[in-house]
């Protein structure tokens, strides 16, 4: 995954200044690049620019006048459009773009901007960044290792490729190549769909509380775990959605045909099948773990606290003293008040020693996975 | 919901001493009456009684004789018959249940028992438990303050109704009264609903993951959410579901019917729509709360800490000498390591002590909701 450092990229433009563009470009500047940047707003260049992280201009030619290479990191309805910009206004940089879906973007430059200047286009989508906004709220560590796709197309330059490559290992983050297509099918599964599937149970929910009001009163973990989703921002989701409207309509559609599966097989009485099912999830979610180095398997405790004030700093400090990292921590309230239940969960290797700790420090913990 | 005590119960049998079996007895004894207890398993009954909850008993004949109340907690498949067997063996006892399910039970005992009988049996569910099993876990606070739903049906005694109402609030939890079905369709929604969503969403990537094996790297907070509950236990899972088959059936039905209209929405284009179902839902998922006594509003905020051992020590350590209650904790990892995200919920009105709070630790919270 990992290729020689091509000629490194000495000059960059950002273009689109919000926390994602300025992020980047605070991370270029730690990699020794200068970095020039525009916005539509001028404020927001100049907020930008107050960071440090950019030199500002005071057009989207300014600011590209010179570059090597160019990041548009604008909102996701004007991304083709400056990217064919770009293309135009910088003849011999390479461009690459931000945007989390990458088909429509593809296609979109592809209608817009002449043949020639296709080459240089590099889809690409950092996989990561942060829920806030704006240039105030940027870190040159939203980049910090993590997984950036490069998405190139058939008549993408594999020069222009390298360049971006070596530009997104040089700001700390790690360089990964799928086809724009496939891009946007992973993204369907992992990140729209679980918001499509939170949304329409909270949804139902709520309609069916409207003449069952204890309904929310019983709620417990597990449906909040599978509605906190449905907090999100609605206009950011609908705009993200409909960009990615084929691949998650299939996904839907793929989702949908599981659960009419498992309807029927609960429907016909059918106990080996539903189990069987429920153990093929089981096996697959144990695999599963929030980071690759702990992929190879993780441990879950359960253990009750008070509900009071400090309980959680107690047995949090316990753990943190014992040098046993927390990879992940569930809160499981009773649905009244007095006690409440954490689940902790810690890589495997980690799990006696986790076992020690809580035990030395008073707790019963019960291992769960 | 409280009424005046009825005439206390002085002489509990406990049929089935598991778990929950167990921590009634324990309740119950601590509330001041007498306790004997039975399993199918002498040596489950022995380890029941070697915690001090319960006389043991060598049959269901001996432990119910004399006894005001049985209590069966017995695996949900043989409820029922041990159900029947209580009233006949104890003529003059109320009898009620522990299982999670009632409609299924009502009908199994009408059919099985004499008519006569049916007004000494209170459906109950004690909505809380544990996930843990044995005796050895039980604990009288197991039922601490959880709501403990009644399910009598029309031939069900007011009198024995209000024996079972006096027995909860004594051992401290929380009577309320539901029609068996009303109940099963409640559960159906909260508890078993999103157990077959996340089960069928770990399904369907882990099939996708099979041509895709950057899927579940790729995978960050939102799809662990989504699919934490998918590691329960599959023939635990089964029994349920099946048990529940009609309002799992119905719920599922509803549940695909809201997936399809969202489908259809993003099918055709429909970004108000889009944005009104997801409007509609976050205004639904911020009501809720896991707690009645916050239910008037939460507050969340994100943070983000090292990821290391001790950073979520530190910052729970700060929130509870600041005399801030988490109601809730999530930890958002970035794919790779070096640094997380915590999302903490805080009830309403102590959102800006929660702030203040944070903010003189050190942390930098954006308020989310």
């Given at each position: 995954m990992i290729s020689p450092a091509p000629e490194p990229v000495r000059s960059v433009a950002v273009l689109g200044t919000g926390l994602i563009g300025t992020s980047i470009a605070l991370a270029t500047r730690r990699a020794g690049s200068t970095v020039t940047g525009w916005d539509i707003s001028a404020e927001v260049t100049g907020r930008a620019a107050s960071t440090g992280a950019l030199i500002p201009a005071l057009s989207l030619e300014g600011a590209v006048e010179g570059a090597d290479l160019v990041v548009v990191c604008t909102p996701i309805d004007v991304v083709a459009s400056t990217v064919v910009h770009a293309l135009a206004a910088?003849?011999?940089?390479?461009?690459?773009?931000?945007?989390s879906i990458k088909a429509r973007v593809v296609a979109d430059v592809a209608a817009l901007a002449p043949a020639s200047d296709l080459p240089r286009f590099v889809p690409g989508h950092p996989w990561g960044g942060s829920e806030r906004s704006g240039p105030e709220h940027a870190s040159a560590s939203v980049v910090d290792g993590v997984v950036w796709v490069l998405?190139?197309?058939?008549?993408?330059?594999?020069?222009a490729v390298e360049a971006v490559r070596g530009f997104v290992e040089a700001v700390g983050a790690r360089p990964i190549l799928l086809p724009p297509e496939r891009h946007d099918r992973l993204v369907a599964f992992v990140s729209h769909l679980p918001q499509v599937a939170s949304t329409a149970l909270m949804g139902l929910a709520a309609t069916e509380e409207a003449d069952e009001p204890d309904i929310l009163l019983l709620a417990a973990g597990g449906f909040r775990d599978l509605t906190r989703l449905a907090a999100s921002n609605p206009a950011l989701w609908s705009e993200i959605l409909l960009a990615n409207r084929d691949q998650i309509v299939r996904a839907i559609d793929l989702y949908v045909e599981r659960l009419a599966a498992l309807r029927d097989q609960i429907r016909t009485d059918d106990a080996p099948d539903v189990e069987r099912t429920f153990g093929d999830a089981k096996a697959a979610r144990l695999r599963l773990s929030a980071k690759p180095q702990v992929r190879a398997g993780v441990a879950v405790f359960q253990v009750e606290i008070p509900d009071e004030p400090g309980a959680l700093a107690r047995i949090t400090a316990v753990l943190g003293e014992g040098d046993v990292n927390i990879e992940d921590l569930q809160i499981v309230h009773s649905p009244e008040g007095g006690r409440g239940t954490v689940h902790l969960t810690v890589a495997a290797p980690a799990a006696a020693d986790a076992s020690d700790v809580l035990r030395g420090g008073g707790y019963d913990p019960i291992r769960l996975a």
């Open positions: 910088c003849p011999h940089g390479v461009v690459t773009d931000a945007a998405a190139p197309t058939e008549v993408t330059d594999p020069a």
